[in-house]
């Protein structure tokens, strides 16, 4: 039996994480201060908890009879992460004594994190999740995409849903909400009260009163207020400008759907642990270092081997010998976990900003779980987990600008509402950006994603149905709306530079790319060109904006000219063969390149004279032969390949070489971004309907200003000409 299927014992655990999490909020409420910048003192949160696994040592090792009492308190939680196939139970008598330390937190946090422990019924964290799913259900007005998860990044699954047949196919569920159970909450499309009915839905499952979480209702009507029925317009004003003056406004707050809330709690916990204090001995962190796969050590757990028994001699062992190496490594002290349920685990939960920081967390502390990701060809796990969330990040139609107006910071300047964007924060797509370059730097990650890995059907990417298609075609798509996102409203020079990075590292690989992957390609370098070419006119001090990426000028230049040795790139005489759809997309805009590379100024001759012959060749081919369709015309370049690489032979210049590739490193004080980024996901993800923060006193992150401010207000009429001149209806063919 597992203790964790004890509603009692379930709950238990799951507050003393939140108190954990509280007692650690300390580093909340006072301006934050990484370990590289602090005195001889030790940083206060991880004083409390060394202390506390010193003091579990000393009594272990002076007084067995304490030890033995603090082993029966703690043997729930460790029994809680067992191997299910394994035959004892939490009540058996231990056979070693275990204490509270470093390995055995994170051994275990990291193994639910894989099983993902589900709330039994009838406890408390059952009851908030069903609350949660009928607050959305009775709602109505999310929308879900085919894979059964939200749209909207303030509602958001804590794990993938397992997906149904009919979802799999493409075909989205109406009007059902999985309630938890196997059954279906049913949406009839009428006027409800949120409260009362999600009330009632959870009173009727529970079979006792329980105290109803007033905090959870608060959220649900700040992330839902946002609905297009006229009959709600007034209650959604009143509750919008109601929830914007108080201290919920501060922050941008997510409905958590969650079946494994202590599985996510634990994840934050380690976070909290693995990125503080770490200029200093962290030996959370230490010990995540000697992380290992404990399928080579200790067997498959599919054999249901029985457990070894624990053999403790005083006397010296010689070393084992394998094939006649000498086995150096202290195995009683490494971190084993199985990565290849780690690995599949991540896949379930890395569209989360939990999931996405934990795995960054592990590549940069564990040499080994990071080699084991290089190795794999099937990358595609965590890849397109990532992209689904980067893809709903990037979408136009999602710009809330009616819902909070624009508003002024204390300079006076127009600044961006965190609250329009489609994400929930910035930070999350920087953590997104970096995993794919990390991806992106092993040089046969591109190759796999063009050549091995191929998704039969993307079913989440709106705008054309996408089958048959090879990874790197979905990276491409997805890096080109964000990037064409990023140009047109949020101007990031961080996430602008990253993004193209990684569009470079794919570019010597790129081969078979789908042919609406390079019509998109195409068609947002004459965009950004175009775009290019008017701000260069316009600028008066040209040399120098175009160099400074955080200029318009200069970000249009630098993604102009990245796009270019791209598609210069994919002629080269070696990569040409496999991109006949990058050629024909040329062919199909070779007015418009005409006409851009007229002005001789604005590219290099190296960037434009194989391009322009190879489109010209190619287009006097298709010609000849009067191809007038696009099959007709893909058959004659393939036919005429000769001719082509005959072509880009004579353009063939001296660029970059083939193993030359952007690579991230870490910044040299990581937590001044890490630590308040995983405060801010525990405050407004993970915690946000269960804890009751102050945010008014949070100091560790930055808030969002208060929007009744009448003094941070633009007038109705300067903020309607805000909002006009930053959507995109101007340029919303550039958008994927």
């Keep these: 039996m597992d203790a964790l299927d004890t509603p009692e014992v379930y709950d238990t655990v799951v507050l003393s994480f939140q108190l954990l999490l509280v007692l650690c909020g300390t580093q909340l409420y006072q301006d934050f201060e990484s370990s590289t910048h602090q005195d001889a003192g030790r940083n206060h949160m991880h004083s409390i908890l060394e202390e506390l696994f010193q003091d579990a040592a000393h009594a272990d090792s002076d007084n067995s009879k304490k030890a033995e009492m603090d082993t029966r308190n703690l043997r729930m939680f460790y029994a809680s992460s067992r191997d299910s196939n394994s035959q004892s139970s939490f009540r058996d008598p231990p056979t070693q004594v275990r204490v509270w330390t470093p390995h055995s937190v994170l051994e275990t946090c990291l193994k639910w994190q894989i099983r993902r422990p589900k709330a039994p019924e009838?406890?408390?964290?059952?009851?908030?999740?069903?609350?949660?799913?009928?607050?959305?259900?009775?709602?109505?007005?999310?929308?879900?995409?085919?894979?059964?998860?939200?749209?909207?990044?303030?509602?958001?699954?804590?794990?993938?849903?397992?997906?149904?047949?009919?979802?799999?196919?493409?075909?989205?569920?109406?009007?059902?909400?999985?309630?938890?159970?196997?059954?279906?909450?049913?949406?009839?499309?009428?006027?409800?009260?949120?409260?009362?009915d999600a009330t009632k839905g959870v009173l009727t499952l529970s079979s006792s009163i329980i105290l109803l979480p007033f905090r959870l209702m608060s959220l649900v009507y700040g992330a839902l207020v946002h609905g297009k029925g006229q009959r709600d317009r007034r209650l959604n004003t009143a509750m919008t400008k109601r929830f914007n003056s108080t201290a919920y406004g501060r922050t941008k707050d997510v409905l958590w759907l969650s079946d494994s809330i202590l599985a996510d709690l634990g994840s934050c916990f380690v976070l909290l642990l693995a990125n503080n204090n770490r200029r200093r001995t962290n030996p959370f962190r230490t010990r995540l270092q000697t992380l290992v796969d404990n399928r080579w050590d200790h067997g498959f757990e599919?054999?249901?081997?029985?457990?070894?028994?624990?053999?403790?001699?005083?006397?010296?062992?010689?070393?084992?010998?394998?094939?006649?190496?000498?086995?150096?490594?202290?195995?009683?002290?490494?971190?084993?976990?199985?990565?290849?349920?780690?690995f599949e685990a991540f896949g379930r939960t890395l569209h989360t900003e939990v999931g996405a920081l934990l795995l960054y967390t592990l590549i940069q502390a564990s040499p080994s779980f990071a080699e084991s990701l290089v190795v794999r060809s099937d990358l595609d796990t965590l890849v397109l987990p990532l992209c689904r969330t980067l893809y709903f990040a990037s979408q136009s139609n999602a710009y809330m600008a009616k819902d909070f107006s624009s508003h002024r910071n204390s300079l006076g300047s127009t600044i961006l509402d965190i609250r329009s964007c489609p994400f929930r924060s910035q930070s999350q797509l920087y953590?997104?950006?970096?995993?794919?370059?990390?991806?992106?730097?092993?040089?046969?990650?591109?190759?796999?994603?063009?050549?091995?890995?191929?998704?039969?059907?993307?079913?989440?990417?709106?705008?054309?149905?996408?089958?048959?298609?090879?990874?790197?075609?979905?990276?491409?798509?997805?890096?080109?709306?964000?990037?064409?996102?990023?140009?047109?409203?949020?101007?990031?020079?961080?996430?602008?530079?990253?993004?193209?990075?990684?569009?470079?590292?794919?570019?010597?690989?790129?081969?078979?790319?789908?042919?609406?992957?390079?019509?998109?390609?195409?068609?947002?370098?004459?965009?950004?060109?175009?775009?290019?070419a008017k701000l260069k006119a316009s600028s008066q001090n040209e040399n120098s904006e175009e160099e400074d990426i955080t200029t318009p000028l200069g970000m249009y230049s630098e993604v102009a000219n990245n796009l270019l040795s791209i598609i210069t790139d994919c002629l080269s005489p070696r990569m040409i063969e496999g991109n006949l759809h990058v050629i024909y997309s040329l062919v199909y805009h070779q007015a418009d390149?005409?006409?851009?590379?007229?002005?001789?100024?604005?590219?290099?001759?190296?960037?434009?004279?194989?391009?322009?012959?190879?489109?010209?060749?190619?287009?006097?081919?298709?010609?000849?032969?009067?191809?007038?369709?696009?099959?007709?015309?893909?058959?004659?370049?393939?036919?005429?390949?000769?001719?082509?690489?005959?072509?880009?032979?004579?353009?063939?210049?001296?660029?970059?070489?083939?193993?030359?590739?952007?690579?991230?490193?870490?910044?040299?004080?990581?937590?001044?971004?890490?630590?308040?980024?995983?405060?801010?996901?525990?405050?407004?993800?993970?915690?946000?309907?269960?804890?009751?923060?102050?945010?008014?006193?949070?100091?560790?992150?930055?808030?969002?200003?208060?929007?009744?401010?009448?003094?941070?207000?633009?007038?109705?009429?300067?903020?309607?000409?805000?909002?006009?001149?930053?959507?995109?209806?101007?340029?919303?063919?550039?958008?994927?």
Excluded at 680 to 709: G, H, Q, Y
């Design 431 to 532: 953590v997104i950006i970096i995993l794919l370059l990390v991806f992106s730097q092993d040089p046969s990650f591109g190759r796999d994603a063009f050549r091995r890995i191929n998704v039969a059907t993307v079913i989440w990417y709106k705008e054309r149905h996408l089958k048959h298609i090879n990874l790197g075609s979905v990276l491409f798509l997805t890096l080109l709306r964000s990037l064409m996102f990023n140009l047109q409203r949020l101007q990031d020079p961080f996430l602008l530079s990253n993004t193209c990075a990684i569009l470079m590292n794919l570019a010597p690989s790129v081969a078979n790319m789908h042919e609406y992957a390079a019509m998109r390609l195409i068609s947002v370098t004459i965009s950004v060109m175009k775009r290019h």
């Design 122 to 196: 009838h406890s408390i964290a059952h009851y908030y999740f069903i609350m949660a799913q009928s607050a959305v259900a009775v709602r109505g007005r999310e929308m879900r995409s085919p894979d059964g998860m939200y749209e909207s990044p303030l509602v958001v699954h804590a794990a993938a849903p397992n997906l149904s047949p009919m979802a799999e196919s493409g075909v989205s569920p109406e009007g059902s909400f999985s309630n938890g159970q196997g059954g279906d909450i049913q949406n009839t499309g009428q006027r409800h009260n949120v409260i009362f």
């Design 302 to 342: 599919s054999m249901n081997l029985p457990d070894l028994p624990i053999i403790e001699s005083s006397k010296s062992i010689s070393s084992p010998k394998c094939n006649g190496v000498l086995d150096t490594r202290d195995q009683a002290n490494e971190l084993t976990v199985n990565f290849e349920l780690l």
């Design 593 to 736: 390149f005409t006409k851009i590379f007229k002005d001789k100024t604005l590219y290099s001759s190296k960037k434009t004279d194989r391009l322009l012959s190879i489109t010209q060749t190619a287009a006097l081919l298709i010609q000849e032969e009067s191809a007038r369709s696009a099959p007709r015309a893909l058959k004659v370049l393939e036919v005429k390949m000769d001719v082509l690489k005959s072509a880009a032979e004579k353009k063939k210049k001296k660029g970059r070489s083939d193993d030359f590739n952007y690579t991230y490193e870490e910044d040299s004080d990581p937590e001044t971004f890490f630590v308040p980024y995983v405060w801010e996901v525990i405050v407004c993800v993970v915690t946000s309907s269960t804890i009751e923060w102050e945010k008014n006193e949070i100091r560790a992150f930055a808030l969002l200003e208060p929007m009744d401010d009448p003094s941070q207000q633009l007038p109705p009429e300067e903020a309607s000409v805000s909002v006009s001149n930053s959507s995109f209806e101007g340029g919303g063919e550039d958008l994927v």
